[in-house]
């Protein structure tokens, strides 16, 4: 027949309170190491950043760094400027290259008006206005340039400035108004236009 203990149990509750004890101690004991390595990590990248941060410092107080850092804003204001001006060109180009069309046109209509007793010196093309510096056998054939040249739509008005005689030529100035392309377009009326009547050909004869 076996022995009863009756503090059998009681010992085993003890030997299980301790193991208990001993888990906890662990416990905390791990949490604890997981603290303090965590902290000691954080001083480190702390440490870490603020020398990373100073080198920064150093770098960003550089004079030669900032000189060319103020070199290159330099170079990209000149960047943006150059592309202004490209613009403008472009711009002026188009307006020179429409101009340079309009002003063929122009002259090709002179052209076709000029009698054959009519030479041209000079012609010069304004915004607004042709000036044209010419001489003729015959005063009449200028005057007869002058009313040719009425009959363009693009001039306004026809206006001879000047005659002079000099040995066999008759030398003239002619100045042409032309059309404002913001005006309606309407032909001029004869009469209100005194270009090239024919009594300035004989003031060239009292002359």
């Not at 002179?110 to 041209?120: A, D, H, L, T």
């Not at 010419?134 to 009959?151: C, F, N, P, R, V």
């Amino acid at each position: 027949m076996n022995d009863l203990n009756f503090f059998e149990s009681y010992i085993e509750e003890s030997e299980f309170t301790i193991d208990k004890k001993i888990i906890l101690y662990i416990l905390v004991l791990g949490l604890s190491l997981f603290f303090i390595i965590f902290t000691l990590s954080n001083q480190l990248k702390i440490k870490k950043l603020s020398r990373d941060v100073k080198k920064l410092q150093i770098v960003a107080e550089d004079e030669r760094v900032n000189k060319k850092i103020e070199e290159i804003k330099e170079k990209e204001e000149e960047v943006i400027k150059f592309n202004e001006s490209l613009e403008k060109i472009r711009i002026l180009d188009k307006n020179i290259e429409e101009a340079s069309v309009i002003d063929s046109y122009l002259l090709n209509n002179i052209n076709s008006k000029i009698p054959n007793e009519v030479f041209f010196t000079s012609i010069s093309m304004y915004t607004d206005n042709i000036q044209i510096i010419g001489y003729s056998k015959d005063k009449w054939a200028i005057a007869q340039l002058g009313k040719s040249l009425e009959t363009i739509e693009d001039f306004h008005e026809i206006f001879i400035s000047n005659i002079s005689s000099e040995e066999l030529y008759y030398n003239f100035v002619l100045n042409i108004s032309l059309k404002d392309v913001n005006e309606d377009e309407q032909d001029p009326i004869e009469g209100e236009e005194s270009p090239n009547e024919e009594p300035e050909p004989e003031e060239a004869d009292e002359e």
